[in-house]
């Protein structure tokens, strides 16, 4: 009986092991004092995170990738709690799972699909090329990350303590304000994070509604591995995972602060 647990152990190793191995070979590599992302290193050097807040198109880029993930974020945590909130109750309807399913579709839609159908439609209302048309892109991928975050908080709220505000006198939007949406805090939470790491990531959806002056970190990033593979693509993607742990850290603070609730 006791290989059940060793072999639960080698296996769970090896498969975190084969979900770092692409990391851990990029990683250093943002340290490295070379022009070219090779082995061995020749020396340590911060010069590539020097060169992206120093080097105008980097410095922009980071600049754009947090107003509009910011906006993202705002947008989409918005949205996707108000639908949240009415698909809520619902779930043995026919509407619900029709409406749940048209949220949800971003997620399994491609992304090139998408893309080109949001050029074509921003183009006709001239917001191609603009922040707004990035935020609105983006946040249609992120609200599907919302709604199921949540969704689930939502599903663990007992009934009975809004029940009870309203037996009290508590009009609806006091318990929506002062019951629920307390409650429901970590999803939504949890819900904008995710948000703001989508749109953080998302690459394919900003090559075809952004322009030059929006472009964004993962753009940046993808332009550079075309015209010229440099090292300060391992600094960003540095920065990329370290920006990652920290959200999974806020993450983890809002379940736990939502299990002591």
Known sequence: MRTLPIGKAVFGTAVVIFLMAPLFAILPLAFTDSIFLNYPIPDFSFRWFHELFTANAWRRSILNSLLIGTGTT????????????????????????????????PMV????????????????????NTYVGVIIAHTVIAIPFVIVNVTAALQGIDRRLENAAASLGASPAVVLRQVTLPLAMPGIVSGAV????????????????????????????????????????????????????????????????????
């Open 74 to 105: 705002i947008l989409a945590t918005v949205l996707g709690t108000v639908a949240s909130l009415g698909l809520r109750g619902n779930s043995a309807s026919l509407l619900f799972s029709v409406f749940r399913t048209v949220f949800l579709l």
């Open 109 to 128: 839609v491609p992304a090139v699909v998408l893309g080109v159908g949001m050029q074509l439609m921003f183009a006709q209302y001239g917001l191609a």
């Open 194 to 261: 995710f948000a703001f790491a989508t749109s953080l990531d998302e690459v394919v959806l900003t090559l075809f509604v952004a322009g030059p002056n929006q472009r964004t970190v993962a753009r940046q990033m993808f332009s550079t591995i075309r015209e010229n593979i440099s090292p300060a693509i391992a600094a960003a993607a540095f920065l990329f995972i370290v920006g990652t742990i920290v959200i999974a850290g806020l993450i983890l603070l809002a379940q736990k602060k939502g299990q002591r609730a």
